[in-house]
């Protein structure tokens, strides 16, 4: 049941954007949609919506937790869990869900890197669990996908799979401007595979100087990219910082990285903070975010007609 509700500002911004979210302009609506019912998923750090059941969503721990798999519906009610096989939970951080000649699979990223030690980080590329079959067994990826990035590591959040051009697409989180990566869906025969650098991502409002040097003693990092996702529709994208939410409008003749690059329409959580992951609904009408923590809120944002065409 949605527990509050509140009208949001949605503001243009600019490339490069150098003003706080605005107080007027298109509103969409906030709502507390429910809250994370399993006390095992104490910190959501990826979300993907099912390719199965259109009322189902998926997510998982972040790093150093067991490798497994959590489903609700999207009032944030437990459905299940599946384990996955023979992987690790080194530093999960971002979800994806895609289909390829109808069959459904869920994208687990590895590609945290908080110390920007690792010189190779993973994709593991899972059918999606059928929960009246899969909940009691573990599953092995299909396949997985094991890269580095040019010029040494990066710490990666961001992560969404594009079937369609046979990649994934990473945004780095520590850079400013933050940084767009494509690495191959499917893993080559052979050689290592290294990610291709798209170019910079200079729509989301930069860090004041004052926004850095307070970060260094309060952590508070709110302009960090910390998830993403298309919409089933393909008319828009969605970053998700630590405090707010990006809209971006997919033009069909135009990169992703050049709609990337356009003009951004941002909106803020309000108290809500330390946001996640993000995923589009079914219908592409709205978009849900998670939280850190237990039982942590499960939002929902519905922007139908809020965007400007």
């Known amino acids: 049941m949605p527990l509050a509700c509140t009208a949001l500002a949605l503001s243009a911004c600019s490339s490069p954007a150098d003003e706080p979210i605005a107080q007027s302009g298109p509103r969409a609506e906030l709502i507390v949609a429910g809250q994370l019912q399993s006390a095992e998923l104490v910190e959501a750090s990826g979300l993907a919506r099912s390719q199965r059941d259109p009322g189902l969503l998926w997510s998982m721990n972040d790093g150093g937790s067991k490798p497994r798999l959590y489903a609700f ?24 869900s895609f289909t390829i000649d109808g069959t459904p699979y869920l994208l687990v990223a590895d590609t945290g890197d908080n110390d920007t030690k690792r010189n190779k980080v993973r994709l593991h590329i899972v059918l999606e669990p059928d929960l009246a079959e899969d909940a009691k067994v573990k599953l092995e990826p299909a396949w997985s996908v094991e890269f580095r990035y040019p010029g040494g590591p990066r710490d990666v959040e961001a992560v969404i799979a594009d079937p369609a051009n046979d990649r994934a697409v990473l945004l780095s ?127 929902r944002i519905d922007i139908n007609g809020a965007l400007p065409e």
């Open 173 to 299: 989180k520590r850079d400013w401007p933050p940084v767009l990566y494509e690495v191959p869906l499917h893993p080559p025969s052979d050689g290592t595979v290294v990610a291709k650098r798209l170019g910079t991502v200079e729509s989301l409002p930069p860090p004041t100087r004052q926004d850095r040097e307070h970060a260094v003693f309060t952590k508070e990092w709110h302009w960090q990219p910390t998830a993403m996702d298309l919409s089933p529709d393909g008319r828009l994208a969605v970053i998700l910082t630590y405090r707010a939410v990006y809209l971006y409008h997919l033009d069909p003749g135009r990169s992703l990285h050049e709609s990337l690059s356009g003009q951004a329409y941002g909106f803020g959580l309000g108290n809500f903070r330390n946001a996640e992951s993000v995923a589009f609904s079914q219908d592409s009408n709205s978009i849900f975010v998670t939280l850190e923590g237990r039982h942590a809120p499960l939002l």
């Open 73 to 96: 519906d999207a009032s944030g009610f437990h459905r299940g869990r599946v384990k996955l096989d023979g992987v690790k939970n080194r530093d999960w951080e971002d979800l994806s």
